[in-house]
Protein backbone atom coordinates (compact mmCIF):
# COMPACT_ATOMS: atom_id res chain seq x y z
CA UNK A 1 0.00 0.00 0.00
CA UNK A 2 1.15 3.50 -0.91
CA UNK A 3 2.00 5.68 1.65
CA UNK A 4 0.58 9.26 2.27
CA UNK A 5 2.15 12.25 1.44
CA UNK A 6 4.82 13.10 2.23
CA UNK A 7 6.82 11.12 0.02
CA UNK A 8 10.04 9.48 1.95
CA UNK A 9 12.11 12.52 0.13
CA UNK A 10 9.52 15.21 1.12
CA UNK A 11 9.67 14.17 5.14
CA UNK A 12 13.34 13.72 4.51
CA UNK A 13 13.78 17.59 3.40
CA UNK A 14 11.28 18.57 5.91
CA UNK A 15 13.49 16.80 8.87
CA UNK A 16 16.80 18.32 7.44
CA UNK A 17 15.08 21.73 6.99
CA UNK A 18 14.14 22.05 10.62
CA UNK A 19 17.17 20.65 11.87
CA UNK A 20 19.31 23.27 9.65
CA UNK A 21 17.39 26.40 10.31
CA UNK A 22 16.15 26.12 14.03
CA UNK A 23 17.52 23.13 15.96
CA UNK A 24 21.44 24.12 14.87
CA UNK A 25 21.30 27.91 15.40
CA UNK A 26 19.63 27.33 19.04
CA UNK A 27 22.63 24.23 19.17
CA UNK A 28 25.49 26.22 18.59
CA UNK A 29 24.55 28.94 21.08
CA UNK A 30 24.70 25.82 23.49
CA UNK A 31 27.29 23.84 22.42
CA UNK A 32 29.20 24.24 19.46
CA UNK A 33 30.76 20.87 19.54
CA UNK A 34 26.90 19.24 19.04
CA UNK A 35 26.20 22.29 16.49
CA UNK A 36 29.20 20.81 14.33
CA UNK A 37 27.81 17.19 14.86
CA UNK A 38 24.47 18.19 13.73
CA UNK A 39 25.76 19.63 10.87
CA UNK A 40 26.96 16.15 9.81
CA UNK A 41 23.63 14.99 10.88
CA UNK A 42 22.01 17.50 8.63
CA UNK A 43 24.83 16.44 5.65
CA UNK A 44 24.03 12.52 6.38
CA UNK A 45 19.87 13.22 5.67
CA UNK A 46 20.61 14.73 2.49
CA UNK A 47 22.71 12.07 1.52
CA UNK A 48 19.80 9.33 2.28
CA UNK A 49 17.06 12.01 0.38
CA UNK A 50 19.68 11.79 -2.63
CA UNK A 51 19.97 8.02 -2.36
CA UNK A 52 16.20 7.18 -1.91
CA UNK A 53 15.75 9.33 -5.12
CA UNK A 54 18.65 8.44 -7.39
CA UNK A 55 20.14 5.44 -5.63
CA UNK A 56 17.60 2.19 -6.96
CA UNK A 57 18.24 3.93 -10.99
CA UNK A 58 22.01 3.93 -10.04
CA UNK A 59 22.66 1.06 -8.96
CA UNK A 60 20.59 -0.77 -12.15
CA UNK A 61 22.24 1.45 -14.34
CA UNK A 62 25.65 -0.13 -12.59
CA UNK A 63 24.80 -3.74 -12.51
CA UNK A 64 23.88 -3.96 -16.51
CA UNK A 65 27.15 -2.18 -17.09
CA UNK A 66 28.97 -4.80 -15.33
CA UNK A 67 26.81 -7.69 -16.73
CA UNK A 68 28.18 -5.94 -20.45
CA UNK A 69 31.75 -5.24 -19.08
CA UNK A 70 32.12 -9.33 -17.13
CA UNK A 71 29.87 -11.52 -19.68
CA UNK A 72 28.36 -12.76 -16.41
CA UNK A 73 25.29 -12.33 -14.05
CA UNK A 74 25.36 -12.23 -10.57
CA UNK A 75 24.73 -9.63 -7.28
CA UNK A 76 26.02 -6.24 -7.58
CA UNK A 77 28.52 -6.94 -5.01
CA UNK A 78 29.62 -10.54 -6.75
CA UNK A 79 30.50 -8.68 -9.76
CA UNK A 80 32.15 -5.54 -8.07
CA UNK A 81 34.20 -8.85 -6.47
CA UNK A 82 35.26 -10.52 -9.81
CA UNK A 83 36.08 -6.72 -11.41
CA UNK A 84 38.34 -5.53 -8.41
CA UNK A 85 40.13 -9.59 -8.56
CA UNK A 86 40.59 -8.69 -12.40
CA UNK A 87 42.00 -5.74 -11.72
CA UNK A 88 44.17 -6.83 -9.08
CA UNK A 89 45.36 -10.18 -11.32
CA UNK A 90 46.77 -7.58 -13.38
CA UNK A 91 44.02 -8.50 -16.21
CA UNK A 92 42.42 -4.67 -16.51
CA UNK A 93 44.40 -1.58 -15.84
CA UNK A 94 43.28 2.11 -17.02
CA UNK A 95 44.69 1.38 -20.72
CA UNK A 96 40.86 -0.46 -20.83
CA UNK A 97 38.64 1.95 -22.30
CA UNK A 98 35.42 -0.10 -21.55
CA UNK A 99 36.43 -0.49 -17.59
CA UNK A 100 37.08 3.27 -17.32
CA UNK A 101 33.44 4.11 -19.02
CA UNK A 102 31.51 1.79 -16.66
CA UNK A 103 34.11 3.43 -13.36
CA UNK A 104 33.54 7.38 -14.49
CA UNK A 105 29.83 6.35 -15.00
CA UNK A 106 29.59 4.08 -11.52
CA UNK A 107 31.82 7.39 -9.77
CA UNK A 108 29.76 10.00 -10.97
CA UNK A 109 26.38 8.21 -9.74
CA UNK A 110 27.67 7.78 -6.48
CA UNK A 111 29.41 11.12 -5.97
CA UNK A 112 25.70 12.97 -6.97
CA UNK A 113 24.16 11.13 -3.93
CA UNK A 114 27.16 11.33 -1.58
CA UNK A 115 28.18 15.20 -2.06
CA UNK A 116 27.06 16.58 -5.53
CA UNK A 117 29.50 19.67 -5.16
CA UNK A 118 32.61 17.92 -5.14
CA UNK A 119 34.88 18.48 -8.07
CA UNK B 1 51.31 -0.54 -0.82
CA UNK B 2 50.64 -3.51 1.30
CA UNK B 3 49.24 -2.05 4.66
CA UNK B 4 46.99 -0.34 2.47
CA UNK B 5 45.70 -3.49 0.49
CA UNK B 6 45.44 -5.61 3.78
CA UNK B 7 43.09 -2.58 4.96
CA UNK B 8 40.88 -3.11 1.98
CA UNK B 9 41.29 -6.72 2.15
CA UNK B 10 39.62 -6.56 5.79
CA UNK B 11 37.06 -3.82 5.10
CA UNK B 12 35.63 -6.91 2.98
CA UNK B 13 33.97 -4.76 0.67
CA UNK B 14 35.09 -4.68 -3.41
CA UNK B 15 36.55 -1.79 -4.75
CA UNK B 16 37.24 -1.22 -7.77
CA UNK B 17 38.90 1.93 -8.49
CA UNK B 18 40.51 1.74 -4.65
CA UNK B 19 42.18 -1.58 -6.89
CA UNK B 20 42.62 0.36 -10.04
CA UNK B 21 44.86 3.36 -8.29
CA UNK B 22 47.05 0.70 -6.65
CA UNK B 23 47.75 -1.61 -9.03
CA UNK B 24 48.54 1.71 -11.06
CA UNK B 25 51.09 2.54 -8.05
CA UNK B 26 52.33 -0.56 -8.06
CA UNK B 27 53.85 -0.72 -11.46
CA UNK B 28 55.17 2.99 -11.07
CA UNK B 29 56.73 2.17 -7.75
CA UNK B 30 59.77 5.37 -7.59
CA UNK B 31 63.07 3.81 -7.06
CA UNK B 32 63.68 3.99 -3.09
CA UNK B 33 66.37 6.62 -2.08
CA UNK B 34 69.67 6.31 -0.67
CA UNK B 35 68.57 8.36 2.35
CA UNK B 36 65.79 8.05 3.90
CA UNK B 37 64.42 11.56 5.12
CA UNK B 38 61.98 13.18 7.71
CA UNK B 39 59.05 13.06 6.89
CA UNK B 40 56.07 14.49 8.93
CA UNK B 41 53.30 12.19 7.57
CA UNK B 42 50.35 14.34 7.71
CA UNK B 43 51.41 17.68 6.41
CA UNK B 44 47.91 19.56 5.50
CA UNK B 45 46.19 22.41 5.46
CA UNK B 46 44.76 21.76 8.99
CA UNK B 47 48.32 21.15 10.25
CA UNK B 48 50.07 24.03 10.21
CA UNK B 49 50.05 27.62 11.68
CA UNK B 50 50.28 30.85 9.49
CA UNK B 51 50.85 34.39 10.03
CA UNK B 52 51.68 37.67 8.63
CA UNK B 53 55.41 36.59 8.36
CA UNK B 54 54.64 32.93 7.12
CA UNK B 55 54.16 29.70 8.98
CA UNK B 56 54.58 29.89 12.51
CA UNK B 57 54.35 26.16 13.81
CA UNK B 58 53.22 22.71 12.19
CA UNK B 59 50.98 20.65 14.46
CA UNK B 60 50.42 16.88 14.60
CA UNK B 61 53.79 15.01 14.42
CA UNK B 62 52.93 11.66 15.38
CA UNK B 63 53.15 10.08 12.31
CA UNK B 64 56.85 11.02 11.61
CA UNK B 65 58.92 8.63 10.09
CA UNK B 66 62.06 8.23 7.64
CA UNK B 67 61.05 7.80 4.04
CA UNK B 68 60.79 10.10 0.73
CA UNK B 69 59.76 13.53 1.91
CA UNK B 70 57.94 13.50 -1.27
CA UNK B 71 55.10 12.34 0.24
CA UNK B 72 54.66 15.47 2.70
CA UNK B 73 54.54 17.19 -0.73
CA UNK B 74 51.73 14.66 -2.29
CA UNK B 75 49.63 14.65 1.03
CA UNK B 76 49.87 18.00 1.13
CA UNK B 77 48.29 18.09 -2.75
CA UNK B 78 45.61 15.82 -2.11
CA UNK B 79 42.16 17.88 -3.05
CA UNK B 80 40.29 16.75 0.20
CA UNK B 81 43.07 19.39 1.79
CA UNK B 82 42.00 22.34 -0.58
CA UNK B 83 38.69 22.68 1.07
CA UNK B 84 36.93 24.07 -1.82
CA UNK B 85 39.70 26.01 -3.42
CA UNK B 86 40.21 23.26 -5.80
CA UNK B 87 42.24 25.59 -8.65
CA UNK B 88 44.74 25.27 -5.83
CA UNK B 89 46.35 22.03 -5.43
CA UNK B 90 48.52 22.85 -3.05
CA UNK B 91 47.11 23.04 0.15
CA UNK B 92 43.83 25.22 -1.08
CA UNK B 93 46.83 28.26 -1.15
CA UNK B 94 48.98 27.52 -4.32
CA UNK B 95 49.68 25.54 -7.43
CA UNK B 96 52.08 22.30 -7.40
CA UNK B 97 54.98 24.17 -9.17
CA UNK B 98 55.01 26.87 -6.97
CA UNK B 99 54.86 24.59 -3.76
CA UNK B 100 58.02 22.64 -5.66
CA UNK B 101 60.16 25.66 -6.50
CA UNK B 102 59.67 27.02 -2.93
CA UNK B 103 60.78 23.49 -1.40
CA UNK B 104 63.78 23.51 -3.55
CA UNK B 105 64.81 27.08 -2.43
CA UNK B 106 64.08 26.16 0.84
CA UNK B 107 66.69 23.58 1.10
CA UNK B 108 65.13 20.50 -0.17
CA UNK B 109 66.26 18.75 -3.34
CA UNK B 110 65.46 18.76 -6.79
CA UNK B 111 61.61 17.82 -7.09
CA UNK B 112 60.86 15.33 -9.90
CA UNK B 113 57.31 15.59 -11.05
CA UNK B 114 56.54 12.27 -11.87
CA UNK B 115 57.57 11.11 -8.43
CA UNK B 116 55.41 14.04 -6.95
CA UNK B 117 52.37 13.07 -8.76
CA UNK B 118 52.93 9.26 -7.52
CA UNK B 119 52.76 10.35 -4.55
CA UNK B 120 49.75 12.86 -4.76
CA UNK B 121 48.04 9.67 -5.83
CA UNK B 122 49.18 7.43 -3.18
CA UNK B 123 48.06 10.22 -0.66
CA UNK B 124 44.80 10.37 -2.47
CA UNK B 125 43.93 6.20 -2.05
CA UNK B 126 45.57 6.59 1.16
CA UNK B 127 42.70 8.83 2.34
CA UNK B 128 40.03 7.20 0.65
CA UNK B 129 40.46 3.91 2.64
CA UNK B 130 40.93 5.67 6.28
CA UNK B 131 37.52 7.24 4.91
CA UNK B 132 36.18 3.74 4.92
CA UNK B 133 38.32 2.11 7.78
CA UNK B 134 36.43 5.44 10.02
CA UNK B 135 33.21 4.13 9.08
CA UNK B 136 34.33 0.59 9.78
CA UNK B 137 35.48 1.85 13.60
CA UNK B 138 32.00 2.74 14.12
CA UNK B 139 30.50 -0.64 12.07
CA UNK B 140 32.62 -3.02 14.25
CA UNK B 141 31.57 -1.13 17.39
CA UNK B 142 34.73 -0.29 18.18
CA UNK B 143 33.68 3.48 18.53
CA UNK B 144 30.23 4.22 18.59
CA UNK B 145 30.39 7.73 16.40
CA UNK B 146 27.85 9.06 14.01
CA UNK B 147 30.41 11.24 12.49
CA UNK B 148 32.96 8.60 12.23
CA UNK B 149 29.91 6.85 10.05
CA UNK B 150 29.45 9.90 8.24
CA UNK B 151 33.07 9.71 6.72
CA UNK B 152 32.44 6.77 5.15
CA UNK B 153 30.76 8.42 2.23
CA UNK B 154 33.30 10.21 1.79
CA UNK B 155 35.61 7.69 0.17
CA UNK B 156 33.95 8.37 -3.14
CA UNK B 157 35.19 11.98 -3.74
CA UNK B 158 38.76 10.79 -3.50
CA UNK B 159 37.52 7.82 -6.13
CA UNK B 160 35.95 10.97 -8.38
CA UNK B 161 39.69 12.31 -7.97
CA UNK B 162 41.57 8.90 -8.94
CA UNK B 163 40.29 9.03 -11.95
CA UNK B 164 41.13 12.35 -12.88
CA UNK B 165 44.28 11.90 -11.12
CA UNK B 166 45.30 8.45 -13.24
CA UNK B 167 44.18 10.81 -16.58
CA UNK B 168 46.69 13.29 -15.91
CA UNK B 169 49.43 10.71 -15.29
CA UNK B 170 49.14 9.11 -18.92
Given at each position: ??????????????IADFLREEATPALDRADPRLGFQMRVAVNSLAILEREGRLGPAADAR???????????DGTLEDLNRALARQIRAGQRDER??????HLDATTADKIAIANPKWR | MAILYRSLDHLGAPQ?????????LDRRK????????????????????????????ILDWELAHLGDPMEDLGWLCVKSWRFGAVDKP?????????????????????????????WEVFGTVHWGIICLNQAFKHLSGSIKSME????????????VDLLQLLREGN
Open positions: MAQDRPTESELLIAEQARLVALLGHDAAMMA | PVFELALAWPAPLHRPLLVHGDYRTGNYLVDEDGVSAAGGFGSREELWAAYERAGGGRVDPARAHWHASIGRRAVETE
